[in-house]
């Protein structure tokens, strides 16, 4: 159980456009799922936490603006990368925390989406 | 701040022999956890420890917790070529919802 799906694994863009990467939870309802940016052989960094329902709550230094996400039901989270540039390449990851677990239980990753911009 | 600080950054050991990788943090936790990442894919979680326990085990998996000394070492017996991967912990206060992660250590277990 608790399993999270992300969309698409991988995806390559011009310039310019805009990616639109999907984090489901497929077995569980998740109120609260996070985003994160990886750069090669580094750890996780955290960019927003999405609520369902209601507004994300970004990280200092993500712009809301360039990282658009949308949580409109309990078990989808978007995250859309608007005019993307070559510096928005890396690799993005999603996790969703259980609706019904608390704030200290484990949470379940996605297996991440590999963004190039070229 | 970064909460977890992992050492080694990378470990290469031959299959039989034990890992072991150590995380430091700097705040009062809730508890600490350990996640593992294959190449290329998301983390899969593999153990908690809560900030009253010490010691935990879930098969070839020792993770201890100091908490006077803000580290945790997790301990991997009887390593596998499978096992290579990369292996973070992860910090949660008794106030927020996140998890902060540390850089991470990177596994290899040579055949």
């Known amino acids: 159980g608790a399993v999270v799906s992300q969309h698409p694994s991988w995806v390559i863009c011009k310039s310019g456009t805009s990616v639109k990467i999907e984090c489901r939870s497929l077995?569980?309802?998740?109120?609260?799922m996070f985003w994160y940016r990886q750069f090669p052989k580094q750890s996780l960094m955290l960019m927003a936490t999405s609520n369902e329902g209601s507004k994300a709550t970004y990280e200092q230094g993500v712009e809301k603006d360039k990282f658009l996400i949308n949580h409109a039901s309990l078990t989808l989270s978007t995250l859309t990368v608007t005019s993307a540039h070559p510096e928005d390449s890396s690799f993005y990851i999603c996790?969703?925390?259980?609706?019904?677990?608390?704030?200290?239980?484990?949470?379940?990753f996605g297996n991440g989406t590999r963004l190039t911009v070229t | 701040s970064q909460q977890g600080e992992e050492d080694p950054q990378a470990l290469s050991i031959q299959e039989g022999e034990n890992a072991t990788m150590n995380c430091s943090y700097k705040?009062?936790?809730?508890?600490l956890q350990w996640y593992r990442q294959n190449s290329g894919r998301g983390l899969v979680h593999l153990i908690l420890i809560r900030s009253n326990e010490r010691e935990k085990h879930s098969g070839r998996l020792r993770v201890t917790l100091d908490t006077s000394k803000k580290s945790s070492s997790l301990l991997i017996t009887a390593s596998r070529a499978a096992d290579t991967a990369s292996y973070f912990c992860?910090?949660?206060?008794?106030?927020?919802?996140?998890?902060?992660f540390g850089p991470g250590t990177r596994l290899s277990v040579l055949p």
């Open positions: 996790s969703a925390r259980a609706s019904k677990s608390s704030y200290n239980s484990p949470l379940h």
């Open positions: 077995d569980f309802q998740a109120t609260t």
């Open positions: 705040t009062s936790i809730n508890n």
């Open positions: 992860a910090t949660k206060d008794n106030y927020g919802q996140n998890f902060v």
